[in-house]
């Protein structure tokens, strides 16, 4: 029996995202989990899992199309009769596309037991507020004043009764710090304001934003004259553009969504963190001459590269350094310790910046990282990660040396503390005292926020990380902490 295939639940606050490529076509045998088509999202690019082993009937997309979090996107034939407990009616299904996803919900009964009728309300009130949130100005501010705290809640409830039946999440929940909790409407009002919601905090329940808070922010902001000159992105006023096609031809590209959350994040850590870089350079010899001669004998997959030895060394600093495996909690004004060390690694892709996380990097073995750091730089690269591969990082590693460069200022990946750039590890001469020896060094920048690390502690970090480096037996000598 036919079977619909919908787009899932990729991951908080993801609702939407653009179809950038289909890896099946109609009449293709396809095996369970293996990716139909790939998505890019506001938080990632995700392939969309076959939900079942079996043939594609039909395919309702194409790339550049955009799709809404339940939508269906292709219909398929699962293989073998016995697995169709829970079969999809084909008629609904059909009506349900024609009629969008409000009339599906005023008739689609909370029979299948996935959701209560009251979260049927919920869901009805989130969409009115999603419509509303597309009204003019003055519509805006009409609809927003009687919106009681009460009905702020039913908007974070889940979306559409088209989401029954999908596959499960693929992610774990984002952490709050990830998603700005706010409603359309108050997002809206932000960006009409050039007020980068991330950077407000909200008094609601659970931190939630209002318009209270936004104006609050902005009055803070201009009060404290603390916007950044020009604060392109950054948390207020967005100057406009002059007109470009004045002086000669221009060309426009649409922002992939790579890009522009990039942008967002990149200008929240910029207006947020106030920065430092520390600048240090590591003699890496004999890691160096190490790493060559156990890849001689490794396998591909179990590589051994500059950056995994950092991931490593990085993780044991970092468990020397609890105040910068940390994060600012200004709300509470409290310093957040983490007792884990996930490090993320820097990778560049061809459709731009992404930040997957090596979990418990603390715990592995520099053979374990290397082999895990190559898979996972691999799959970013393919785009085959998810937004929960990126999330939950307590500290960033960018290692541009691959390609050259002798410093460069990285900026903090908030609400992280601290990250770590590398440069490219040049021959040097070096006086022993006696004489110049040749002697390959490593260029290390530690930028950090300066409201939680103190530049000594910065210095001291970052020598820590140099000396392991210069020393690897000094990590042996550490207690297991
Ligand atoms: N100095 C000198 N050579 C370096 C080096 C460094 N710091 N880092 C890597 N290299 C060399 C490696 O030794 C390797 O040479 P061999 O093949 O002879 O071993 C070559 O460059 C390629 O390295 P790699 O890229 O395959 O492996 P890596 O683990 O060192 O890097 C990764 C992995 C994911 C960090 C890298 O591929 C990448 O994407 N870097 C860019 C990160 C980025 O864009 N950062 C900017 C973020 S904005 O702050």
Excluded at 320 to 340: Q, R, T
Aim: glycine fraction near 8%; charge should be negative.
């Amino acid at each position: 029996m036919k079977q619909e295939i919908r787009v899932p639940e990729v991951s908080d606050g993801v609702e939407k995202g653009t179809v950038i490529g289909l890896s099946v076509s109609v009449g293709d045998r396809v095996e369970e989990d293996q990716t139909l088509l790939e998505l890019e999202t506001d938080k990632a690019v995700v392939g969309l899992p076959a939900p079942f082993t079996g043939t594609i009937s039909e395919i309702l997309v194409d790339e550049g199309d955009e799709v809404e979090v339940g939508q269906v996107v292709m219909t398929g034939e699962p293989e073998g009769e016995g697995q169709d407990e829970a079969p999809q009616e084909e008629e609904p299904a059909a009506q349900e596309d024609e009629r969008g996803e409000e009339g599906a919900d005023e008739e689609a009964p909370a029979e299948d037991g996935d959701r209560p009728a009251s979260d049927e309300k919920e869901a009805d009130a989130d969409r009115e507020e999603d419509r509303t949130a597309e009204k003019t100005e003055d519509e805006r501010d009409e609809a927003s004043e009687p919106a009681p705290d009460g009905d702020e809640d039913a908007k974070e409830a889940p979306k559409t009764d088209a989401k029954k039946d999908l596959p499960p999440p693929r992610t774990e929940s984002t952490p709050p710090d990830q998603v700005a909790p706010a409603s359309p409407i108050v997002r809206r009002f932000a960006r009409e304001l050039g007020v980068d919601i991330n950077a407000v905090e909200g008094s609601g329940p659970g931190g939630r934003i209002g318009e209270d808070d936004v104006q609050a922010f902005v009055k803070r902001v201009m009060e404290s004259g603390a916007a950044r000159p020009g604060g392109a992105g950054g948390a207020v006023t967005r100057k406009p553009l002059p007109d470009f096609s004045k002086w000669g031809e221009v060309e426009r590209q649409k922002l992939s969504q790579v890009r522009k959350i990039t942008a967002e994040s990149m200008a929240y850590a910029w207006a947020t963190a106030p920065h430092v870089t520390q600048d240090d350079k590591a003699d890496i010899t004999a890691v160096e001459s190490f790493r060559q001669d156990y890849n001689r004998k490794a396998p591909d997959e179990g590589k051994l590269t500059m950056t995994a030895i950092l991931v490593k060394i990085v993780a044991s600093a970092l468990k020397a350094f609890p105040g910068i495996n940390a994060s600012l909690d200004l709300a509470s004004e409290e310093l957040v310790l983490k007792k884990y060390v996930h490090v993320g690694v820097a990778v560049d892709t061809p459709g731009g910046l992404l930040v997957p996380v090596i979990r418990d990097a603390d715990r592995k073995g520099l053979a374990t990282l290397a082999t895990e750091l190559n898979d996972t730089a691999q799959r970013t690269r393919e785009r085959r990660i998810s937004p929960a591969d990126m999330e939950g990082g307590t500290f960033t590693i960018s290692n541009l040396g691959g390609i050259g460069g002798t410093s460069f200022t990285p900026i903090v990946y908030a609400p992280q503390v601290a990250i770590l750039g590398v440069s490219r590890a040049e021959m040097e001469p070096v006086w022993d005292g006696q004489d110049f020896a040749p002697r390959l060094r490593l260029p290390l920048s530690l930028s950090y926020d300066h409201r939680v690390v103190d530049g000594a502690d910065g210095a001291r970090f970052l020598r820590w990380i140099c000396s392991a480096l210069e020393q690897p037996l000094m990590l042996a000598m550490e207690d297991e902490r």
